[in-house]
């Protein structure tokens, strides 16, 4: 056996591609980029211009004016003698939008009223005269009937009764990313309701406690719902009695510590605790 190399002997680099496949190859290639660049001009279109499938998708200062804007319709479908106030937006920090990134959510609350034995009969006309698309209803809850919305953009809108003729509506948002955080639009607009306001703080011989800052809501047809209230805290011992001349000895609501009363266009609420004396005037969305 001869160990003599062969000169010249090129090794095999297996069989030579027949020009259709690689023309067909090349076409494959150039198909699947640009399937690429579709799919992520979809996925950019989808992002500017989709509505959000998820909470997480829109975040605390895209919710903020939902929230508000709902407060504004349960204020007209609560009617203008039937709104006692506009409770302070409520931010909490520290809830968690996925396991890995931290958020808050925002809640507003308006009180109605609702003397015993009518909160069924008040929820559920405050329901029939919400917007058709939050798809509201009343249903039997654990402690009374309970009113459910969607206000859209995920935020949901719940009421149920208190134990001393009212009820409560509650907007919430949910936990969501911060983004540029909540801001509410400001009023520097005195109305009425700071007169109802100031004459009811000096009947209770309590004029320095009027807070600077009102509570307000858009109405859906223009304008604003607006509260001021007392800054509230210990203070003198007072009684619904000194309320009463302002209220004509027709209260809307006299179950102590709360007192309510018209004055004009201004629903005047008042919680008498002695250790958390509070009032609030309120002047509401046309029905």
């Not at 007209?76 to 990134?101: H, Q």
């Not at 009343?138 to 402690?143: A, E, I, K």
């Not at 409560?168 to 936990?175: K, P």
Request: charge should be neutral.
């Amino acid at each position: 056996m001869s160990g003599a190399v062969q000169t010249g002997w090129v090794p095999s680099a297996g069989p030579a591609v027949p020009a259709p496949a690689r023309r067909r190859r090349r076409w494959l290639l150039a198909a699947t980029v640009a399937w690429t660049v579709l799919l992520a001009a979809l996925a950019w279109t989808s992002v500017r211009t989709d509505p959000p499938t998820v909470r997480e998708q829109r975040s605390l200062d895209q919710a903020g004016p939902v929230v508000d804007r709902a407060i504004g319709e349960l204020a007209r479908a609560a009617g203008a003698a039937g709104l006692l106030e506009l409770s302070p937006p409520r931010i909490a920090e520290g809830c968690r939008v996925t396991p890995f990134a931290e958020g808050a959510r925002l809640r507003r609350e308006i009180g109605v009223l609702a003397p015993a034995d009518t909160e069924q009969a008040v929820l559920a006309g405050i329901a029939d005269r919400l917007p058709a698309g939050w798809r509201a209803g009343v249903g039997s809850g654990l402690d009374g009937p309970e009113l459910h919305a969607d206000a859209g953009e995920f935020v949901a809108v719940e009421g149920r009764p208190t134990v001393d003729g009212r009820v409560l509506l509650l907007v919430d948002t949910g936990c969501r990313p911060v983004g540029s955080g909540y801001r509410q639009a400001p009023s520097t607009v005195a109305g009425p309701e700071a007169a109802a306001l100031t004459a009811a703080l000096v009947a209770l011989g309590r004029p320095g406690d009027v807070a600077p800052e009102p509570v307000t809501a858009p109405c859906p047809g223009g304008g604003s719902a607006r509260t001021v209230r007392s800054a509230g805290g210990p203070g003198p011992a007072a009684s619904t009695d000194a309320l009463a001349p302002l209220a004509d000895n027709t209260p809307l609501l006299d179950k102590p510590p709360v007192y309510a009363y018209r004055t004009g266009p201004v629903t005047v609420f008042a919680e008498l605790a002695p250790d958390d004396t509070r009032l609030a005037a309120t002047v509401g969305c046309p029905s």
